[in-house]
């Protein structure tokens, strides 16, 4: 599958400010109105369920909760219904990158004391966000029946949304892996760095094992150029091909940006802090390709009815 790497001006004469913080606007650019009301139409006329997406990586300290949060903010500026779950069990922080206080987690649902509806949260952009907890080894220890309380819950997400982004947890526990193999895509986050791309190698191995049949892709965070993100990409790819017959297809990449970093610290997405940085191109890029392609997936049927045969 050809990659998205966005073309050579894209990063500079398009985007003004090549990553400087200084230069950021306030928001992404805005888009047509019929545009995004096309979108919509083609989100909806071949499916009933949403689309999910399921972001997840080998390691932590990649940048997977911050391209999930921000991916989710660019796809809703599209005109798309975006919702966000933090289902990084136990280490939940994307609510960290927004700047939200939220009263409720899933630990409510999972619990009985709240339903989804009460813990969802307006974003940035109109997303819905779903707020995991941090901190309580309840949540990475599921037991079979709150596991499956949760995804009821959670099945009720599909009905008014377009786009299901998921921010899985790290590793190859199973909580991860089911929510994975069961999305409609995948995107296993990295870094060019050798030990990032082992451990996203054994990501990759788990969802072969687990016979996934749906679309995989890696995205390679953190790269000093675009030719470190796609030697980085296709080394771990010509791998998955040789050893394992599983094809990875290229999700994009992200370059090293201080951008990035600023806004973390502000706790502002940096799509929406900084705009015009070499980071939100890359990312804009990405949520141009699954905009484009979201009418296209082969689905399944409902996605959490996947998720419960999986963890029967």
């Not at 913080?21 to 499916?47: F, K, M, V, Y």
């Not at 399921?54 to 991916?71: F, H, P």
């Not at 451990?199 to 072969?208: G, P, R």
Request: charged share 20%; glycine share 8%.
């Amino acid at each position: 599958m050809s990659g998205i790497f966005p073309a050579a001006g894209t990063m500079d004469g398009n985007r003004p400010g090549n990553g400087d913080p200084e230069h950021g606007t306030t928001q992404c650019p805005s888009q047509p109105i019929d545009q995004a009301t096309r979108l919509r139409e083609l989100a909806s006329a071949a499916r009933r369920s949403a689309t999910t997406v399921a972001i997840t990586s080998g390691k932590g300290g990649v940048g997977k909760t911050n391209l999930a949060v921000n991916l989710a903010i660019c796809l809703a500026e599209k005109g798309l219904r975006v919702a966000l779950v933090d289902l990084d069990m136990g280490l939940a922080n994307a609510d960290l990158l927004m700047n939200l206080r939220t009263r409720y987690t899933l630990l409510h649902v999972i619990s009985g004391q709240r339903t989804i509806e009460e813990v969802c949260t307006t974003g940035p952009a109109g997303i819905r966000f779903v707020a995991g907890a941090s901190g309580f080894e309840q949540l990475a220890n599921l037991t079979e029946f709150e596991r499956q309380n949760l995804i009821s819950w959670l099945q009720t997400l599909e009905d008014h949304t377009d786009i299901v982004v998921m921010d899985c947890g790290a590793g190859i526990s199973r909580n991860v892996v089911s929510f994975a193999v069961a999305a409609d895509r995948v995107v296993v986050v990295t870094t060019p760095q050798p030990t990032a791309l082992t451990d996203a190698y054994a990501v990759v191995k788990v969802l072969h094992r687990e016979s996934r049949a749906g679309w995989t892709g890696l995205f390679v965070n953190m790269a000093e150029s675009k030719a470190e993100a796609r030697a980085a990409y296709e080394r771990l790819a010509s791998v998955a091909e040789r050893f394992l017959n599983y094809s990875i297809a290229d999700s994009g990449y992200m370059l090293h940006d201080s951008a990035v970093e600023q806004a973390v610290r502000h706790r502002d997405p940096f799509v929406i802090r900084y705009a015009n940085s070499n980071a939100s191109a890359c990312i804009a890029a990405m949520a141009d390709d699954l905009a484009r392609n979201v009418s296209g997936l082969s689905r399944r049927g409902s996605f959490f009815k996947r998720v419960v045969g999986l963890f029967a």
